[in-house]
């Protein structure tokens, strides 16, 4: 599993994104902040559906940027708000979608533990268009994570969703990440999700790391009075 | 509604009027069938081209966001709006021999006017702005999100277009192939001047009714409207089909 490297500089309508990153393979980092802060920014040029103006990213061997590596060669899962589950296909073909051939073939007992972990069989077969939202996000969770990712990208992805099945899924997203040992980094508005979900948080306003380190660290000094408020219980 | 459908439809009534004991092939100048055959096999091959070409085109128009695409739009829709007659002695004038493409081609022996060349290209012309409309169009009616997250699973930018972009805009191609198909074959007033031999059905009815009137046209017109409409209308309900059975 490689290490993350990550200087994003990114022009925005208010400020200037400028944010670094280092994650070794296996850690869990928060990206924390308001809502406009950039913290999506910063997911969003990671997984390449924008590209920085300046800096660099390199996932292990792997140049991100730059030049902005195509999508298609990026190993990179990445979990929005929406689920963009493909409409014409099954839930099956859904989750597969990734897999190649050979892929395929030697995924069977993993794409079985997907499929009973987030009780996707009964609705293997429907059509995607079909299943509600819950089961929908559960899709696109397996489908992200059918690949195997090195690293995994979740930005607010729990949203809509009611606290039980959070849980649910964060529980999973937990026991599979010890298991294959990816990379994460999650943004959510609330913190209480964050914090189940990494030790480690970085405290993003209007583009800048504010602060990072364990949620305790945050909690007790925060460095701003927006990122205090922000932490407050 | 019915009475806007019934006036929409009323020119049809034209197939009934009173002229007279159709006269069909070998009764009049020129030859029905060998119309026929020449409108089928180059509006075909023009159609291709249209698919071809046109189908890459729409892609990039539908999802480049840079401001030259106004100028390519603009290129585009010039070709759409060109009336036919203007287009054809314009196409005579820039390939003839006089010109250096017309004069080159003519040099490896294809002749640019009153030839199958000059007739498919002609079509192509005429037609292909047509269908990267409609495919612009149907290919805009899919999320760029769904696409990009087919690309995060790995996918490269052909596959993308033929698991995710191409089903899910299979309405809209086929009513862009249809209106390119339905353009291509009716040709007449480009065609008139481009490539007059070999003759599709549009001249060869122009041809008919200039030198045996009524009576000979109805015959080839018939036909014309036969071979015009249920191609389409196929294509319309297959995409729809194949539509509702991806979505079932």
Known sequence: ?233 | MLAFTLALLYPLVGLGAPVGHWRWDGSIPGSTMSAVDVSLVLTGIALVLDVIVGTPVAWYLSRASGRDTILWEAAVLISVLMPPLALGILLSLAFGPSMEPGAWLLRLGLPTSNSPIAFVATQFYVSVGYYIVAARAAIAGVPIDLERTAALLGLRPWQVFRRITFPLARLGFAAAVSLAWVRALGEFGAIVVTSYYPSGMPVQIWINLQDAGMSAVMPLLLIFLLIALPLPWAIHLLAQRRGSDAHA
């Open chain 1, 1 to 233: 599993m490689p290490t993350l490297e990550a200087h994003i500089v990114k022009a925005r309508r208010r400020f200037r994104l400028d944010v670094e990153l280092r994650l070794e393979q296996g850690q869990r980092l928060a990206l924390f902040g308001a809502s406009g802060a950039g913290k999506s920014t910063v997911l969003s040029c990671l997984a390449g559906i924008e590209g920085p103006d300046a800096g660099r990213i390199r996932l292990g061997d792997t140049i991100l940027y730059p030049p902005n590596l195509p999508l298609h060669r990026r190993p990179i899962a990445y979990l929005t708000q929406n689920d963009w589950l493909f409409p014409h296909l099954s839930v099956g073909a859904n989750v597969t979608f990734g897999l190649r051939g050979h892929e395929t073939n030697g995924a069977g007992p993993w794409l079985e533990e997907l499929k009973e972990r987030l009780a996707l069989g009964p609705l293997w077969n429907e059509r995607a268009r079909e299943v509600s939202g819950g089961q929908a996000r559960k899709v696109a969770l397996a489908r992200m994570l059918a690949r195997r990712p090195p690293l995994v990208l979740l930005d607010e992805p729990f949203t809509a969703l009611d606290h039980p099945a959070i849980h649910d899924l964060v529980d999973a997203i937990l026991k599979w990440q010890a298991e294959l040992g990816f990379t994460l980094i999650a943004v959510d508005h609330r913190n209480q999700i964050l914090e189940r979900l990494c030790p480690r948080a970085a405290a993003i306003e209007d583009g800048r790391i504010v602060q990072e380190g364990p949620w305790a660290e945050l909690e007790d000094a925060p460095a701003t009075p927006t990122l205090a408020a922000l932490l407050a219980p």
